[in-house]
């Protein structure tokens, strides 16, 4: 899959889902757990939106804020899984 | 046994007056120049200007949503209600991903008055006034109003053991939530107990430092981290929530450099630690200052401890230093401890009759043959506790398994405004004999040579990464998802998987809805609900037949029977989803 088709959808996600609001001047880059901008309790949709649009189970062990702490944190992980499959 | 009565206003200002310099809480930053720290007299001056600023927009006896993340100020504002004699109620400040509706749901509850909050929160929650009409009317206190409206002379009130000291928003479901209503009395009583664990833990010394990252708001971080520091003159080190989550890493590098004696969380950050943190990163690491490592807020598992202490002990973590412990919000905290053996206190015994609630030792280390018992520790200062027949309440015999019952000043005074729950909960009383009033714990144990041993649930409630979630909460999201799910066919229950306690969803289908729905799409959205709605990834998803979920004969859901059925692949299933092993 394409970086940016992969990293669009996870903006929109974010934006949408988590931050609840699309007009928000969110950077690809910013951190979104460890600023505070959303809490942990948001690591399980992450995890079930890959499950759902891009088929992909990341195990609870990866599922951290390490790992998913930015859009294109997200990204990588996703990218660096489907090619594992 | 009579303990002196420990008013924690009185402490402080003692504390302010005796060691004005002493370091009393220190917020850990990114960077060593992003910490933040507050001694005895800065904090007691704080808490004062707090205080009288209360007294001036709100009446003694009213309460006040406390929405803070890891902070100083939460520390202040904690203190400031009890200077000013309004009810401190602290809460799960939620991120922007998160409906304000739990909160506004305990404003409502517990009438309060107040908000005592940051400006991003307050700004955040006014954004959503137009859905919470309530949170408008509410007074919202900031530093910055604090700071703008000085100049107000405090009167500070009578504390006795019977006034409200707190009260703690975690028991009941998401819809209905419960407060428990702490009394200066219970508060005294667990500070003793809290002590009692230092004591026994040989932790409390001069240069201890107790280091704390669990949430304030939770009473584990709010009675250890917030007021355990001025009541026995130790430093605190807070720890944002955060910052652990990021790496558990830094949570035991924070001990080594903090020197810290007593810490600890909940049975999830060991395995953490075990997990993910590669050996190559801990060179140079020491964590032979640990004292005291409590493991609390989850079933406390042997595998995890044993690891843990293996891990670790090149790094100068001493296995004697780990405590189990047991406690509850509706016992201000601590209820038993304990420390000082060589390795984890177990018991095995024969599966089939433990099953079964009956307690006959086995020496089979198999376990299909045979479970093995945690201790929990030993109950603390004048605690009593019952093993209890849950349906006839009688006392158990010594070699059973029945519901924990608990008496002692540390258990609250009750539910807020609500009477039948309250007696229900705290107003127990053993059959024939009458003892009581005794609290019900909801979990299951037994007393072996003094310790006490949790071995599960009467409630059906899921303890997820130490997060409780009540499975109807959890079964209502699932039952709404679609049309042709069965209003009161659902079960959620965990199942334990690699030592994780996993949530499994059952969920009953609908025969004349069953033409043409796409199940696997209904299974996707079940989990994308769950997870938005609670925060936690369903394990399975299984959609079975109609009228195959078990029944009590007054109808009521039996989630232990769908999980035996689970269990043993017994399910009529229509479609399914699980994780991936």
């Known amino acids: 899959m394409d970086r940016n088709e992969a990293l669009q959808k996870v903006r929109a996600f974010t934006l949408k889902e988590l931050l609840k609001n699309p007009e928000y001047g969110l950077k690809n880059d910013e951190p979104l757990f460890s600023s505070g901008l959303i809490d942990s309790f948001a690591m399980a949709q992450v995890g079930v939106f890959i499950e759902t649009e891009f088929n992909l189970y990341i195990p609870d062990p990866e599922l951290t804020v390490e790992n998913m702490d930015s859009v294109d944190l997200i990204t990588d992980k996703i990218l660096a899984g489907l090619a594992a499959q | ?581």
């Open chain 2, 1 to 581: 046994m009579t303990l002196p009565f420990i008013n924690p206003v009185e402490v402080l200002q003692r504390r302010a007056q005796e060691t004005p310099n002493r370091l009393s809480h220190m917020l850990l930053g990114a960077t060593d120049a992003e910490s933040h720290s507050l001694t005895y007299s800065q904090l007691d001056a704080e808490v004062k200007k707090m205080a009288a600023y209360l007294q001036s927009v709100a009446e003694p006896g009213q309460r006040a949503l406390l929405v803070y993340p890891t902070s100083l100020e939460f520390v202040v504002a904690m203190f400031a209600c009890m200077y000013a004699g309004i009810i401190p109620i602290p809460t799960n400040p939620p991120g922007m991903n998160r409906s304000a509706q739990r909160l506004e749901a305990i404003a409502r509850d517990a009438r309060a008055r107040l908000v005592l909050t940051t400006p991003e929160y307050q700004h955040a929650f006014l954004a959503e006034a137009a859905q919470f009409p309530d949170f408008a009317a509410l007074t919202w206190v900031t530093r910055e109003a604090v700071e703008a409206g000085s100049g107000h002379s405090l009167q500070i009130p009578v504390i006795t053991p019977q006034s409200t000291a707190f009260m703690q928003y975690t028991s009941g479901s998401t819809n209905i939530p419960k407060g428990v209503v702490i009394s200066y009395r219970n508060f005294s009583h667990n500070m003793h107990a809290l002590h009692e664990t230092r004591i026994r833990g040989n932790e409390y010394a001069d240069d201890s430092v107790i280091l704390t990252w669990t949430p304030l708001f939770h009473d584990m971080g709010l009675l250890i981290g917030t007021f355990l520091t001025p009541m026995d003159g130790t430093p605190s080190i807070l720890m944002p929530t955060i910052q652990f989550m990021q790496n558990p890493l830094n949570w035991l590098k924070a001990i080594q450099k903090f020197k810290a004696t007593a810490s600890g969380g909940p049975n999830f950050a060991y395995d953490l630690c075990v997990n993910k943190i590669p050996l190559e990163k801990c060179e140079g690491l020491d964590l032979s200052t640990w004292k005291i490592a409590y493991n609390s807020a989850e079933p406390v598992r042997a595998e995890t401890q044993a690891r843990f202490a293996e891990k670790f002990a090149p790094f100068g973590f001493r296995p004697e230093v780990q405590a189990p412990c047991y406690g509850m919000a509706e016992t201000t905290l601590v209820i038993s401890y304990y420390t000082g053996e060589k390795k984890t206190i177990t018991q095995r015994f024969r599966r089939a009759d433990f099953e079964e609630g009956r307690l006959v030792p086995s020496d089979s280390d198999e376990q299909k043959e045979s479970v093995e018992a945690v201790s929990s520790g030993v109950p603390l200062v004048d605690y009593q506790i019952a093993i209890v027949h849950p349906k006839n309440r009688k006392r158990c015999a010594p070699n059973e398994v029945g519901e924990v019952w608990i008496s002692g000043d540390s258990v609250g005074e009750g539910y807020w405004n609500r009477p039948e729950d309250t007696k229900h909960t705290f107003g127990a009383h053993i059959a024939e004999t009458h003892e009581g009033p005794y609290l019900r714990t909801g979990d299951l144990g037994f007393m072996h040579d003094g310790h006490l041993y949790i071995t599960g649930r009467l409630k059906d409630l899921l303890i997820v990464r130490g997060r409780n979630y009540y499975p109807q909460d959890v079964e209502m999201t699932v039952e709404r998802t679609h049309p042709a799910l069965r209003a009161g066919g659902g079960a959620a229950f965990s199942v334990t998987e690699d030592n994780v306690e996993q949530l499994v969803v059952v969920h009953e289908t609908q025969r004349r809805e069953m033409d043409g729905v796409d199940w696997n799409e209904v299974i996707k959205t079940i989990r994308t609900n769950v997870a938005r709605e609670h925060g936690i990834r369903a394990h399975a998803v299984i959609l079975i037949r109609r009228a195959t979920i078990a029944k009590t004969s007054s109808g009521k859901i039996q989630r232990s029977e769908m999980k035996r059925q689970y269990l043993a692949n017994e399910l009529q299933i229509v479609a399914e989803w699980r994780a991936p092993s």
